[in-house]
């Protein structure tokens, strides 16, 4: 079975507004990752937090990790017509296997 | 460039038929990884390996073999006993020292005629 969830499974915004998707897990991680995939491609990844960190920012990215809450949520900040694609959330393992959601689709409209 | 290729882009089985997926990184990492991805699904892990000459089952390994002679190439074999091959299949590839980020490739398609 899947580590992670992302909620919602789609978002549809307008340009120029923010997107937020979060993810929860179920089991201890050593740290939380973000990726995200255009259509038919490959996953890109875009941002690491680690289980003692709690917030991170990354250019129009901002992750948040709860560690208590077993939840992480990915805010995308003045979206643009590039930033549609699916955004997967991969928590490492114990044993250093990363887990991967089923993502959460977004696609921004002009 | 560096990066992952993977090849072909698309790739058609026949009942009974055994075909190989190739993946080549020239990042000089250690461990690679391939993963399956069904529609509105998230990935699920086959193989991996973590040094030359070795790798380990992942999480849905039937019907799959692996080899890993090469430190640049880690070919995926999707076997006639894997009854629902159907899928999108990534190669990645990471190194500890980067906190095990993933680099993808960009996938082939396998359906079957």
């Known amino acids: 079975s899947q580590q992670g969830e992302e909620d919602p499974q789609a978002l549809s915004i307008q340009e120029g507004e923010n997107a937020t998707m979060n993810c929860s897990y179920k089991?201890?991680?050593?740290?939380l990752q973000w990726y995200r995939q255009n259509s038919g491609r490959g996953l890109v990844h875009l941002i690491l937090?680690?289980?003692?960190?709690r917030e991170k920012h990354s250019g129009r990215l901002r992750v948040t990790l709860d560690t208590s809450k077993k939840s992480s949520s990915l805010l995308i900040t003045a979206s643009r017509a590039a930033d549609t694609a699916s955004y997967f959330c991969?928590?490492?393992?114990?044993?250093?296997?990363?887990?991967f959601g089923a993502g959460t689709t977004v696609t921004v409209r002009a | 460039d560096g990066g992952i290729t993977q090849s072909p882009k698309y790739l058609f089985r026949k009942e009974g038929q055994n075909v190989t997926l190739s993946c080549e990184q020239n990042?000089?990492?250690?461990?690679m990884y391939w993963y399956r991805q069904d529609p509105g699904q998230g990935l699920r892990l086959i193989y991996y390996?973590?040094?030359?000459?070795?790798?380990q089952k992942g999480d849905i390994a039937e019907g799959y073999s692996v080899s890993r002679e090469k430190k640049e190439s880690f070919p995926l074999t999707v076997t006639s006993a894997q009854k629902n091959p159907t899928a999108f299949y990534l190669c990645?590839?990471?190194?500890?020292?980067?906190?095990?980020?993933?680099?993808f490739g960009s996938g082939t398609q396998l359906s079957v005629l």
């Open positions: 991969a928590t490492e393992l114990r044993d250093y296997k990363l887990s």
């Open positions: 390996s973590q040094i030359v000459n070795d790798f």
């Open positions: 990042l000089n990492h250690d461990a």
């Open positions: 089991t201890s991680i050593n740290n």
């Open positions: 937090i680690r289980s003692n960190e």
């Open positions: 990645a590839s990471s190194n500890p020292g980067q906190g095990r980020k993933l680099f």
